[in-house]
T-cell receptor, first 114, second 114 residues
């Protein structure tokens, strides 16, 4: 596609539920990144993929968070047993090559846990 | 660990005037990259300008320029001839040459008045 697409744009879920957030990167981009942006803060790194493999998942806050990219294109961020503190905007970015200057960000998914 | 600090939560400028946004960072590395990103209400992070630490010359992109002071670990953004469309959150970010993670500051909200 022309840009990085994230769905849904907004998601409201109840505490304890499971959610999946989807990122569709620019076609051909090998690197894909997830960031989390809490209210009033800058984005914080969660994980990045080089192809299908998670090259660095050091930013995932705990084992409730998991991400996959099975075919090296679309990625899904999965959050189990959601907590109110998980409420944030989840941003995805992609780039043609790892350590490329040109990250392209999507518009994010705003997750609200009630 | 590297940190990025933006000490101005909000700034305002009149249309056609010039404004400078401040950013300081802390690192023990000698080579790295610095970025300014713009985040409008659409939430998409848009790259404004980047600077390689090994380059002494300050980066410039049209109306946007930086004042990079490596010894002082300072990286300010100057916006000349401000336009209404410049109104947004601006984030300063750091990236080591050895990783793919961006480390963001907390942002500065820029208002532009006609």
């Amino acid at each position: 596609g022309a840009g990085v697409s994230q769905t849904p744009s907004n998601k409201v879920t109840e505490k304890g539920k499971y959610v999946e957030l989807r990122c569709d990167p620019i076609s051909g981009h090998t690197a894909l990144y997830w960031y989390r942006q809490s209210l009033g803060q800058g984005p914080e790194f969660l994980i990045y993929f080089q192809g299908t493999g998670a090259a660095d998942d050091s930013g995932l806050p705990n084992d409730r968070f998991f991400a996959v990219r099975p075919e090296g294109s679309v990625s899904t961020l999965k959050i189990q047993r959601t907590e109110r503190g998980d409420s944030a905007v989840y941003l995805c970015a992609s780039s043609l090559l790892v350590r490329d200057y040109g990250y392209t960000f999507g518009s994010g998914t705003r997750l609200t846990v009630v | 660990a590297q940190t990025v600090t933006q000490s101005q939560p909000e700034m305002s400028v009149q249309e056609a005037e010039t404004v400078t946004l401040s950013c300081t960072y802390d690192t023990s590395e000698s080579d790295y990259y610095l970025f300014w990103y713009k985040q409008p209400p659409s939430r998409q992070m848009i790259l404004v300008i980047r600077q390689e630490a090994y380059k002494q010359q300050n980066a410039t992109e049209n109306r946007f320029s930086v004042n990079f002071q490596k010894a002082a670990k300072s990286f300010s953004l100057k916006i000349s001839d401000s336009q209404l469309g410049d109104a947004a959150m601006y984030f300063c970010a750091y990236r080591s040459i050895n990783t793919d993670k961006l480390i963001f500051g907390t942002g500065t909200r820029l208002q532009v008045f006609p």
